[in-house]
Antibody
Framework: QVQLQESGPGLAKPSETLSLTCSVSGYSISSDGYYWSWIRQPAGKGLEWIGAIYHSGVTNYNPSLESRVTMSVDKSNNQFSLKVTSLTAADTAVYYC??????????????WGQGTPVPVSS | QSVLTQPPSVSATPGQTVTISCSGS????????VAWYQQLPGAAPKLLIF???ERPSRVPGRFSGSRSGTSATLVITGLQTEDEADFYCGTWDNNLRTAVFGGGTKLSVL
């Protein structure tokens, strides 16, 4: 069974950089056919896709966040990571990682992590 | 302001049928398949419907989806109290070059 688990600092400060890691079990991220995404959700609000990475290192970022986001993959540990720079309070959210199914006309998230809350506060 | 438009809330009684709409445009739903996600209180979203109408094996047949033009619909029949949740539609937007979601619909089972 595919399982994803986010890990991170638990709290971040304005202007600093957030680093999160998603550990995947039950499936090798080195396998073809799936991207690996980060999605966030501010409290009481909707979902926002941050971006996705393929095991080759190819990335797709949300243009609204592209200047502040970097994703990477660690195939040896079956993990992928997210960095968000220049944090503000608007980045406060629950951050989810998710396996991403894609094709010519489809793009959806079939397995999700449980989410990690990241408050941005001094 | 979400790219896809959903009603903020719907309600029904146990056993009834409820529909949730998701409206988009030619750059997203008009060209790409729609997925639906169920988010139970305090939990992560889970995939409910993919490619407009397909269900993961673990999802009961009471949940069904469809797409027509630039809109999609989720139908839940035989409502149960445990169906109370937030529901999100999602797809890819060719113009924005990003995955997009609706603002979510809160289902209350009274």
């Amino acid at each position: 069974q595919v399982q994803l688990q986010e890990s991170g600092p638990g709290l971040a400060k304005p202007s600093e950089t957030l680093s999160l890691t998603c550990s995947v079990s039950g499936y090798s991220i080195s396998s073809d056919g799936y991207y690996w995404s980060w999605i966030r959700q501010p409290a009481g609000k909707g979902l926002e896709w941050i971006g996705a990475i393929y095991h080759s290192g190819v990335t797709n970022y949300n243009p609204s966040l592209e200047s502040r986001v970097t994703m990477s993959v660690d195939k040896s540990n079956n993990q992928f990571s997210l960095k968000v720079t220049s944090l503000t309070a608007a980045d406060t959210a629950v951050y989810y990682c998710a396996r991403t199914e894609y094709g010519a006309t489809w793009y959806y998230f079939d397995y999700w992590g449980q989410g990690t809350p990241v408050p941005v506060s001094s | 302001q979400s790219v896809l438009t959903q009603p903020p809330s719907v309600s029904a009684t146990p056993g009834q049928t409820v529909t949730i709409s998701c409206s988009g445009s030619t750059s997203n739903i008009g060209r790409n398949d729609v997925a639906w996600y169920q988010q139970l209180p305090g939990a992560a979203p889970k995939l409910l419907i993919f490619r407009n109408s397909e269900r993961p094996s673990r999802v009961p047949g009471r949940f069904s989806g469809s797409r027509s033009g630039t809109s999609a619909t989720l139908v839940i029949t035989g409502l149960q109290t445990e169906d109370e949740a937030d529901f999100y539609c999602g797809t890819w937007d060719n113009n924005l070059r990003t995955a997009v979601f609706g603002g979510g619909t809160k289902l209350s089972v009274l």
